[in-house]
């Protein structure tokens, strides 16, 4: 009895460091489902004439350290999907002090449109324009996109390539080309058509979507006559009463 006890207690400890094992790989596996490489790849295609210089993997992302054009930068990405969670500019690289060097050290600092693009169709089907502006002193992209069938207006900024702003584009609402008819109008219309006495009480009526004044006038001579004048158009139609 008590060897089966002690087989029975061996046996549950195999078993729950087996889960640990598993859990534990599988949690790492989840961690790095991206590696250095693939990590490193992605940034130098995402920004152009960059060069990755460091890479260590925190928690669940890669810290990533990078040269381009003249500067030095930071990027966080998701070790799992590859997203770029950030981007920070932390210093120079390799200028040289002058006169020239301060002129041209925004531009220098500035991505380039082609880049800009690219984050954008990352979320975006189409873009439709693309405009680089200033906005309270800093250099940013506006740019207005065409997602899923809707138009959204997003700023870039031009340093980082961090979206800035996103905003849905409302489209006015469009309307009659003519503006309904009040049933004043629509008396005088038919009274173009028919000589008579109007009956005060004027009705409205919904024919296929179409609204109609049904107006009705007694004759000159003693008939009655049915005037539908449409609420848009004022287009009349009349009929008599036997």
Request: no cysteine; aromatic share 6%.
């Amino acid at each position: 009895m008590r060897k089966k006890w002690i087989w029975i207690t061996f046996s549950l400890i195999v078993l729950v460091a087996v889960i640990i094992v598993v859990s534990w790989k599988g949690l790492s596996t989840s961690a790095e489902a991206i590696t250095k490489e693939e990590a490193r790849s992605i940034i130098e295609e995402r920004y152009s004439n960059s060069k990755v210089t460091n890479i260590n993997l925190q928690k669940d992302a890669y810290r990533i350290n990078m040269t381009k054009d003249n500067g030095e930068y930071e990027v966080a990405l998701n070790a799992e999907n590859g997203e770029i969670l950030s981007l920070k500019k932390v210093g120079k690289n390799g200028t040289d002090s002058g006169e020239n060097d301060e002129n041209n050290e925004n531009d220098n600092n500035i991505i380039n449109e082609k880049e800009i693009e690219k984050i954008l169709l990352e979320s975006s089907d189409e873009i439709l324009s693309l405009e680089r502006k200033i906005d309270k002193e800093n250099e940013i992209y506006v740019a207005k996109v065409k997602e899923n069938k809707e138009e959204f207006t997003i700023k870039v900024d031009a340093e980082t390539g961090s979206i800035v702003s996103k905003d849905k584009v409302e489209r006015p609402k469009e309307e009659n080309a003519q503006k309904a008819i009040s049933k004043e109008e629509a008396v005088k219309i038919a009274l173009e058509y028919v000589n008579g006495t109007v009956d005060d009480d004027i009705e409205t009526e919904n024919i296929g979507g179409q609204t109609y004044y049904l107006i009705e006038i007694e004759t000159d001579d003693d008939r009655e006559a049915t005037v539908q004048v449409h609420a848009i158009t004022g287009k009349a139609t009349i009929s008599y009463d036997d």
